[in-house]
């Protein structure tokens, strides 16, 4: 059943209107939403009882209930929440210097069968609603708001491809950026793709100015096609050509993530063969230490080996940071939760 949170605010005024309902009423509905933060149609107290009767009939009002929730020693906490139709997904909290970052999952499971991670063994069964995406980031924040604190950044980096649930990941992120919603600026909003050259070219031309981080993960596309099967139908080639144009139209910084795999692409040559793929660009590179997956024969690279890679890209202009891990005590590796728990039932 649809809820209110599948509209963006412009949405709901068309909706709204086609109800022969007055659109002031998208304000107030919006803000028992996002600023009160109330799902109960019978709070929203200066809302007609025939309205709150309409809306109880027509919309669903919470479509995720939280399962299980993971805090990690270093407080990164693990949220596995379970969607209407019994489907599970998963959310992450993670607490930066900077300030409290949502990673949010846009698919249960994912097809793009990337061989390094949890989320890939498990085929995608459907793609999540913008509203269930914005459920998410609302549960968080609502946790967040009995120590008054505030969810400042997003990414779009959990389980699933977003460029494959386009229209809903970016209703989602409307939503999320509006003054009316969770007010959330477009410079924190990011999404990460393992390089669908069609979403990217789309976003391109996006008035929504958010950030993009590719999920890159090899300098070249024999190793690329071996890791990420998406490298056949986009080589390094064309992803490179369609950023260009993304940074054309946008003037926007591009991240790398780059997941450094023990002996696999974390050699020095590999370091070389990256910076000459994107000198000159304005990006960064961020690099990532493997959290293993049981099923997936990849070690994590040592830390000298990561050190070592980072101070080459650094020599080499580069700009790069070596990311700190999160939650490593609480199956951190996007999917692990859920694919364990699948396997238990
Ligand atoms: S890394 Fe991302 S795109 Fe690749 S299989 Fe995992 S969830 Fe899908």
């Known amino acids: 059943m649809k809820t209110l949170y599948d509209f963006t605010y412009p949405q709901l005024v068309e909706w709204l209107e086609s109800q022969q309902i007055k659109k002031f009423r998208a304000k107030q509905l919006f803000t028992w939403l996002y600023k009160k933060r109330v799902n109960d149609v019978e709070e929203m107290s200066d809302l007609s009882k025939e309205f709150r009767e309409m809306l109880s009939q027509t919309f669903s009002m919470q ?38 970052s949502v990673c949010v999952s846009s698919q249960i499971g994912c097809n793009m069968g ?18 269930e995406m914005v459920q998410q980031v609302l549960f968080v924040q609502k946790q967040l708001d009995h120590d008054d604190e505030r969810v400042s950044s997003i990414v779009v980096m959990g389980i699933g491809e977003p460029f494959d649930n386009y229209d809903h990941v970016l209703n989602f992120l409307k939503t999320i950026n509006s003054d009316h919603g969770l ?12 390089g ?5 070219l789309k976003l391109a031309n996006e008035p929504l100015q958010i950030n993009l981080a590719i999920s890159l993960h090899a300098p070249n596309d024999a190793l690329r096609s071996m890791l990420m099967p998406i490298n056949q139908a986009h ?34 040559e590999h370091a070389n063969e990256l910076a000459d793929l994107i000198h000159g660009q304005n990006a960064y590179v961020n ?13 994590r690279t040592s830390f000298k080996v990561a050190l070592k890679f980072y101070d080459q890209l650094k ?25 364990k728990r699948l396997k238990e039932q």
């Open 196 to 200: 669908i050259v069609e979403g990217i």
């Open 63 to 100: 479509s995720i209930q939280l399962k299980e929730k993971h805090v990690a020693a270093d407080q990164t906490t693990k949220y596995l929440f379970e969607l209407e139709d019994g489907l599970l997904v998963e959310t992450v909290l993670m607490h930066h210097d900077y300030g409290k």
């Open 235 to 268: 080589p390094i080639k064309e992803l490179m050509e369609a950023l260009m144009t993304y940074y054309d139209e946008t003037n926007r910084r591009i991240t790398y993530e780059y997941i450094l795999l023990d002996g696999v692409n974390d050699h020095l």
């Open 287 to 299: 690099l990532i230490p493997y959290n293993p997956v049981d099923e997936q024969p990849f070690d």
């Open 114 to 131: 990337c061989k390094f991670c949890a989320s890939g063994l498990l085929k995608k069964q459907r793609n999540l609603t913008a509203g």
């Open 183 to 194: 007010a959330i600026g477009s410079r924190k909003l990011t999404i990460s793709t393992c």
């Open 315 to 339: 020599k080499r202009g580069i700009q790069v940071t070596l990311r700190q891990e999160h939650g490593v005590d609480i199956d951190a590796a996007c999917g692990q939760l859920r694919s």
